[in-house]
């Protein structure tokens, strides 16, 4: 019989959260790694047991964790993420030139087809791959190395390279996404890479369709139509039909097109979720009313879901990795929120149930369909 | 025999009990000791000193003989007491909220 098995990061650990394919109840292990901000836990497409997990501290810097019988035992593997050649500089926030300097992964993108090999997204923006199952990390230059990175500048959480997709019908093909600096494809592995900011416009930069600078919050697909990419940036909800090399914006209706994260069903490729926010100096759904939006229509037309959700009092966001979708005929949605509820929804987005009120603050969410 | 003690966080992740004992010859300084520590544990490889440029951690301190050494150049020999393992050499983790 079909489980799943939730991953969550938090500011003060991670947890699994399993239940059968009916996704009623839920047994809750953790918290892993106490006290450690959990950025991101993940598990490998081709060996559900194989899971990564970015353990981080102010205090003692970045740990990987590494796990080979789903989550029961972990063991720490290479932290060693050594800019593969002379850093350089980017702009600080006072405009100033600033050095590269590591500080934690933000994101794991497993390969789909090699549990040792994983693509890790760090701050300061760069990404580094490994083949050995996380023994040794190698940068990936030509991303950091890019002409315009000396002008990329952090946004507020960092100059994180926060996002990673693979398209998982041609590997060579990857999209990053960087605050703020916006998406960045590669068609050679990772190789080499190309701005892909063409039609996104911010106000919030001194030329709003600059071609980099852009803050983009999330990017998402569905594994059969990869040359279509969602995102939720700073502002605006955008769709690429080109493989990133160009979007239109598809807010639509939506009540604010401020947030976080952007997901896409598993079974039906035009179906798109969003969590708005009030705005970006209001990070709390609009009137203190949690709502998912889902479009059928790949964007401009939405749909508020709040069935079980709080619609009163409730000022919680909900963060860029903390959406996730799972693969039962079903398809599952499941989020995380800064207050420490996860929520799951096992008719795709028609209703909800919490199914953990009180975890610490929620920095990532992925779901595994197991059989 | 050079006596360390390490915060909650590292004993955790080397999976040890909060004092351990190194063996070093000579008249070891910080440096010395960190490096004793990261070969015997790698898992806590870069979590006192950050690896690319081998500085202490601004949220690590190392404390000794009621001394806080943390400010000395990590090539500073130990104290004599902590060297004759009278005393212990304490990593810290700066006390912090949240």
Redesign the interface.
């Known amino acids: 019989m079909s489980k799943v098995r939730v991953l969550v990061g938090t500011q003060k650990g991670a947890f699994l959260l399993e239940a059968d394919g009916q996704r009623k109840r839920w047994h809750i292990e953790g918290p892993f790694f106490a006290g450690w901000e959990v950025y991101h836990l993940t598990g490998s497409p081709a060996d559900p047991n194989r899971l990564y997990a970015s353990q981080s501290s102010s205090w003692f810097g970045q740990i990987v964790q590494r796990s080979d019988d789903g989550g029961r035992s972990w063991r720490p593997s290479s932290n060693g993420f050594d800019y593969a050649s002379a850093p350089g500089t980017h702009q600080w926030y006072d405009g100033t030139p600033h050095p590269w300097e590591f500080a934690r992964v933000w994101h794991f993108a497993p390969s789909p087809d090699d549990p040792d090999t994983v693509y890790a997204g760090v701050e300061d923006a760069a990404l580094f791959k490994t083949t050995d199952g996380g023994a040794t990390w190698n940068e990936l230059a030509g991303l950091r190395e890019h002409r315009s990175a000396p002008d990329w500048q952090p946004g507020a959480g960092g100059m994180c390279a926060h996002t990673m997709l693979i398209d998982p019908s041609d590997t060579n093909r990857l999209h990053v996404a960087i605050s703020a600096a916006g998406v960045f494809r590669s068609e050679d592995g990772g190789t080499t890479w190309e701005a892909s900011d063409l039609g996104l416009h911010s106000d919030e930069i001194p030329d709003a369709r600059a071609e980099v600078g852009h803050c983009v919050h999330s990017i998402a697909r569905h594994r059969d139509r990869p040359d279509t990419l969602f995102m939720q940036k700073h502002w605006d909800v955008m769709r690429s039909d080109d493989g990133g090399r160009s979007w239109r914006e598809i807010s639509g209706d939506l009540p604010s097109d401020f947030g976080f994260p952007v997901a896409v069903h598993a079974h039906e490729p035009d179906t798109v979720y969003v969590v708005p926010m009030t705005s970006d100096s209001l990070h709390y759904p609009p009137s203190g009313r949690l709502c998912v939006y889902r479009s059928r229509v790949g964007g401009q037309e939405w749909q508020p879901m709040a069935k079980g959700l709080p619609q009163s009092h409730c000022y919680v966001n909900v963060l860029r990795g903390a959406f996730a979708v799972d693969s039962l005929d079903d398809c599952g949605l499941y989020f995380g929120t800064t207050g420490g509820q996860v929520y799951v929804s096992a008719d795709g987005g028609d209703s909800w149930e919490a199914i953990a009120h009180d975890l610490p603050r929620v920095m990532s969410v992925e779901v595994q369909t197991l059989s | 025999m050079i006596r360390v003690r390490l915060?909650?966080?590292?004993c955790?992740?080397a999976a040890v009990e909060a004092e351990i004992v190194l063996s070093i010859t000579g008249t070891p300084t910080q440096a010395e000791v960190i490096d004793a520590i990261e070969a015997r544990f790698?898992?806590l490889?870069?979590?006192?000193r950050?690896?690319?440029s081998g500085k202490r951690?601004p949220?690590?301190r190392f404390f000794a003989c009621e001394q806080d050494l943390s400010h000395q150049p990590l090539d500073t020999p130990l104290p004599d007491p902590v060297v004759r393992g009278i005393e212990a050499f304490h990593v810290v983790?700066?006390m912090?909220g949240g």
């Open positions: 915060p909650y966080q590292l955790k992740l790698p898992e490889r870069g979590t006192m950050d690896p690319a951690r949220y690590v983790g700066a912090s």
